[in-house]
């Protein structure tokens, strides 16, 4: 009876700002083991109060603690904010989360709502394990819109130990585009763009798309930029593909500055500009984009939207070659065969018309083709000419078809 009298007094103190008289009543029985005024203990030492407690967060943390272990649930709720609060490695904040869920199953509805809509930064520096999966999956129970979104990174690329599951995958995306994350929307447009996991439906694509592109998704911008430009799921229209393009640009996304680019130099959606076009395919390469350095390379050697150097255009070709861009090949192979910007060279000529006939570019097996036929400065094999002019034709590319035919071969 007097416990619960002094208890009772410490409280209705501490709820009037008369920290004197609560330390006086629950200080001692925090010290006795009693969970209510370990956690009130905790409360004045969190916040500190004049001259009569001071703010410690080393004690505030011993209290909760106390009374958390003891099943207090707002003490597990209070103790699992310490954890967040300290410094944030990984542990810390998986001990948090244990704290949550021992709180929510008590019922303690602030800790049920932390363990649903905080974003825990930390998840995706989780170690590739199954232990990690698990974390997660518990989680995902509580709707975390974080943990669906990487579970469904799990399942689509196999990782935490899980064996790839496209469908579940899909499953775990569209829990999380639902709950609102827009990386969630994003890859579910692309699941559905690709009908990778699920039907193809270029319509629900684009609706995703739009779901994350109109909250500043730059890859779903971009997304919904080539959907506009070629007509998948919305009406073809160059204007509004332009517009996805340039926002996802804006936001320094490489792809979409490629595209943007691409825009301006043959005036899609936009006034033709090669100036704007050759600043856009610029920003592009900062990236290290191949498509991109390519196209700095033609703007050179055409002297589109910049001063023509054949030289300067060599070194971008040469960037975008050696990440296996088929046109830089054909078009720095071409630049050693007639010496434009590089010593005129038959063999490094060669060489790269062979790297872009290898990667499949019809024109570079052509080029490859003829080299063979005419032996200029390089073994002449008529074998060698008559296959790749085959390579060529089958790609339905006329000049190997009119060659074979001059051959007396059939294509």
Same mark, same amino acid.
């Given at each position: 009876?007097?416990?619960?009298?002094?208890?009772?007094? &410490?409280?209705?103190?501490? %709820?009037?700002?008369?920290?004197?008289?609560?330390?006086?009543?629950?200080?001692?029985?925090?010290?006795?083991?009693?969970?209510?005024?370990?956690?009130?203990?905790?409360?004045?030492?969190?916040?500190?109060?004049?001259?009569?407690?001071?703010?410690?967060?080393?004690?505030?943390?011993?209290?909760?603690?106390?009374?958390?272990?003891?099943?207090?649930?707002?003490?597990?709720?209070?103790?699992?904010?310490?954890?967040?609060?300290?410094?944030?490695?990984?542990?810390?904040?998986?001990?948090?989360?244990?704290?949550?869920?021992?709180?929510?199953?008590?019922?303690?509805?602030?800790?049920?709502?932390?363990?649903?809509?905080?974003?825990?930064?930390?998840?995706?520096?989780?170690?590739?394990?199954?232990?990690?999966?698990?974390?997660?999956?518990?989680?995902?129970?509580?709707?975390?819109?974080?943990?669906?979104?990487?579970?469904?990174?799990?399942?689509?690329?196999?990782?935490?130990?899980?064996?790839?599951?496209?469908?579940?995958?899909?499953?775990?995306?569209?829990?999380?585009? %639902?709950?609102?994350?827009?990386?969630?929307?994003?890859?579910?447009?692309?699941?559905?763009?690709?009908?990778?996991?699920?039907?193809?439906?270029?319509?629900?694509?684009?609706?995703?798309?739009?779901?994350?592109?109109?909250?500043?998704?730059?890859?779903?911008?971009?997304?919904?930029?080539?959907?506009?430009?070629?007509?998948?799921?919305?009406?073809?229209?160059?204007?509004?593909?332009?517009?996805?393009?340039?926002?996802?640009?804006?936001?320094?996304?490489?792809?979409?500055?490629?595209?943007?680019?691409?825009?301006?130099? #043959?005036?899609?959606?936009?006034?033709?500009?090669?100036?704007?076009?050759?600043?856009?395919?610029?920003?592009?390469?900062?990236?290290?984009?191949?498509?991109?350095?390519?196209?700095?390379?033609?703007?050179?050697?055409?002297?589109?939207?910049?001063?023509?150097?054949?030289?300067?255009?060599?070194?971008?070709?040469?960037?975008?070659? %050696?990440?296996?861009?088929?046109?830089?090949?054909?078009?720095? &192979?071409?630049?050693?065969?007639?010496?434009?910007?590089?010593?005129?060279?038959?063999?490094?000529?060669?060489?790269?018309?062979?790297? &872009?006939?290898?990667?499949?570019?019809?024109?570079?097996?052509?080029?490859?083709? #003829?080299?063979?036929?005419? &032996? %200029?400065?390089?073994?002449?094999?008529?074998?060698?000419?008559?296959?790749?002019?085959?390579?060529?034709?089958?790609?339905?590319?006329?000049?190997?078809?009119?060659?074979?035919?001059?051959?007396?071969?059939?294509?």
């Amino acid at each position: 009876m007097i416990v619960d009298f002094d208890l009772k007094r &410490g409280i209705s103190a501490f %709820e009037v700002d008369d920290y004197v008289t609560s330390l006086r009543c629950l200080e001692p029985l925090a010290i006795k083991g009693n969970s209510i005024a370990q956690l009130y203990m905790g409360y004045m030492h969190m916040s500190g109060y004049g001259d009569v407690i001071s703010e410690n967060s080393v004690q505030a943390q011993h209290w909760f603690s106390l009374a958390a272990h003891q099943g207090n649930a707002e003490a597990q709720f209070q103790y699992a904010l310490r954890f967040l609060l300290s410094k944030q490695n990984i542990e810390s904040n998986l001990d948090a989360i244990s704290w949550l869920e021992k709180a929510a199953k008590q019922g303690h509805e602030i800790a049920k709502n932390n363990l649903k809509v905080r974003h825990f930064d930390f998840l995706v520096k989780l170690p590739d394990d199954a232990k990690s999966f698990h974390v997660l999956t518990r989680l995902a129970k509580y709707e975390n819109c974080s943990a669906q979104f990487i579970l469904g990174v799990a399942y689509d690329t196999g990782c935490f130990g899980v064996q790839q599951d496209l469908s579940n995958a899909a499953f775990w995306y569209r829990k999380a585009a %639902e709950a609102g994350s827009t990386a969630a929307q994003t890859n579910l447009g692309m699941m559905y763009a690709r009908g990778i996991g699920i039907s193809q439906d270029s319509f629900e694509a684009c609706k995703w798309y739009l779901k994350a592109a109109e909250q500043g998704e730059a890859v779903a911008q971009h997304n919904l930029g080539l959907m506009c430009e070629h007509g998948r799921g919305v009406p073809k229209n160059d204007v509004l593909a332009a517009e996805w393009y340039l926002k996802a640009a804006n936001q320094g996304f490489d792809l979409a500055q490629h595209n943007i680019g691409l825009a301006y130099k #043959f005036g899609r959606g936009v006034a033709k500009d090669g100036g704007l076009a050759y600043q856009w395919f610029m920003k592009a390469t900062e990236h290290g984009n191949a498509g991109a350095q390519f196209q700095v390379g033609r703007c050179l050697e055409c002297g589109t939207g910049v001063r023509q150097n054949y030289a300067e255009a060599a070194k971008w070709y040469r960037l975008a070659s %050696e990440q296996d861009e088929a046109m830089a090949c054909q078009n720095l &192979g071409y630049l050693y065969e007639h010496g434009y910007g590089v010593p005129k060279d038959h063999r490094e000529a060669m060489a790269f018309y062979r790297k &872009g006939a290898e990667l499949g570019l019809a024109s570079s097996q052509c080029c490859l083709a #003829f080299m063979y036929q005419q &032996g %200029e400065n390089t073994p002449k094999d008529l074998g060698e000419s008559i296959k790749w002019y085959r390579e060529a034709a089958n790609k339905g590319d006329q000049r190997a078809i009119d060659a074979l035919a001059r051959l007396n071969v059939r294509s």
